[in-house]
């Protein structure tokens, strides 16, 4: 469901007439960013003690408001933006079981490049998911979940973008619960975004 | 412990729902006045005006030449044209004066300097971003814009005389209150200032623009008030004119 929702959204995006006179996205303070993200988890036991292979998909819708024209001149020129990201993963190993969060985010887009544009992200807050209690590593239901990741966008009209990256994803509740061992997974996704 | 992080969440979003209520704001401010001339206004015979030729506007971008948006060359035309000093306004590039028509030359020089305070915006969104928006509505961001100005009018007879002047002011907005439109105006309500300071200096010497510089006395047969337009704002700009080139 959740491929042929990006698909069919990719499809619209890649439809989207370019602009040929006008190029370069005008992206200022002020200017707001919806954005639909989709990937798919993967599991990190980093310790010998993390046994679960959490594994599913992941759906992130986001907003973000930038808050800085273009600074710098040289390839690290960029702009700063604040928003918040809801994140749902439907988890499929081990058992099916949802996890949903909701994270304020802070992303930093390098803009020296016209219509590629690399960024890195940083985001965290709360997380709830019944998949704690069933496994040996996180008790609670209550978590946290932090990311920190990278990705590039592609500008197919001046307000309009797709996306590709990947983050870390951490998961636990902060020692409010023992056993706090923490869930670590990779998570590539892919989506578009849409500024006005 | 669990129960405590519950009720900490559900305080964040109340807060969060009170912060998105009320935090849409955003103001702006202008430099205060320090030596400012006061407004000017002239009579002058209508007859006695000659055509404006605005013939370049250079503008700079922090320090970076750029091409001058077309919505600024309106609006200095714009504002010129308001002064009514001049019979017919003309811009380089488009229908010309006839060359053995007296004229004025206009070329006007801009310096845009822009301060984002984009670490402090980074900072301080961190901060709004860990407290989950509840600090939105408290913690202001700024955003900083100035501009120069250096105007030089020829007359037809090769006189020049150069004026001068300086706008600045910030806008300050909460993280709901952010836009672009906010930023537009600050721009401008600065370049508006600015251009009503150094306007207010060429109507001073209005009699050196005419044709004839003998003032309208007893018998005017057509005159006309010539003065600056007020902007709409209460943008007051730091103005200061330089010497003049000629022999005035």
Avoid at chain 2, 64 to 86: C, D, K, M, N
Wanted: charged share 15%; glycine share 8%.
């Amino acid at each position: 469901m959740l491929v042929y929702i990006l698909l069919i959204t990719l499809m619209a995006a890649l439809s989207s007439p370019v602009h040929a006179a006008d190029p370069t996205p005008q992206i200022t303070v002020g200017t707001q960013e919806v954005s639909l993200s989709g990937g798919y988890l993967l599991p990190h036991r980093l310790t010998r003690d993390h046994t679960t292979k959490q594994q599913g998909a992941a759906f992130m819708p986001s907003w973000m408001m930038t808050l800085s024209d273009p600074i710098g001149d040289s390839w690290y020129r960029g702009q700063v933006s604040l928003g918040a990201e809801m994140v749902y993963i439907q988890f499929q190993e081990p058992f099916l079981t949802h996890g949903v969060g909701f994270t304020p985010k802070i992303k930093y887009t390098f803009v020296a490049q016209d219509r590629i544009r690399p960024y890195a992200e940083f985001a965290g807050g709360p997380f709830w998911t019944d998949l704690a209690g069933k496994i040996p590593e996180e008790s609670s239901r209550f978590n946290f979940v932090l990311t920190a990741g990278f990705g590039v966008s592609y500008f197919l009209t001046d307000q309009a973008a797709l996306n590709v990256g990947y983050r870390f994803h951490h998961i636990s509740n902060a020692g409010t619960r023992y056993p706090n061992l923490g869930l670590n997974a990779s998570l590539p996704f892919g989506g578009f975004s849409f500024f006005f | 412990m669990g129960q405590f992080f519950s009720r900490l969440l559900i305080g964040s979003m109340l807060a969060t729902t009170v912060g998105l209520g009320t935090g849409c704001s955003h103001w702006i401010e202008l430099a205060a006045l320090t030596d400012a001339a006061p407004p000017t206004s002239a009579t002058v015979a209508t007859d006695a005006r000659v055509p404006l030729l605005l013939e370049t506007i250079r503008v700079t971008h922090n320090g970076s030449s750029i091409a001058p948006p077309t919505i600024l060359e309106r609006q200095v035309l714009g504002a010129i044209e308001a002064t009514r000093l001049f019979s017919q306004h003309y811009q380089s590039g488009y229908s010309q004066p006839a060359l053995d028509q007296a004229r004025v030359t206009v070329r006007l020089s801009i310096d845009n300097l822009v301060e984002p305070h984009a670490g402090q915006a980074a900072w301080r969104g961190f901060v709004v971003g860990a407290s989950m928006f509840a600090l939105a509505p408290f913690i202001s961001l700024n955003y900083d814009y100035s501009t120069q100005m250096a105007l030089e009018l020829e007359r037809w007879d090769g006189q020049i005389k150069r004026y001068t002047a300086t706008s600045n002011g910030s806008a300050h907005y909460n993280l709901f209150g952010a836009s672009p439109d906010v930023i537009e105006q600050l721009k401008g309500q600065v370049t508006e200032a600015c251009l009503s300071s150094l306007l207010n200096q060429v109507i001073h010497d209005s009699t050196f623009y005419l044709a004839n510089s003998a003032q309208p006395q007893d018998h005017p047969i057509r005159t006309v008030t010539v003065g600056v337009r007020r902007p709409a704002s209460h943008a007051i700009p730091v103005s200061r004119p330089l010497a003049d080139s000629s022999p005035w």
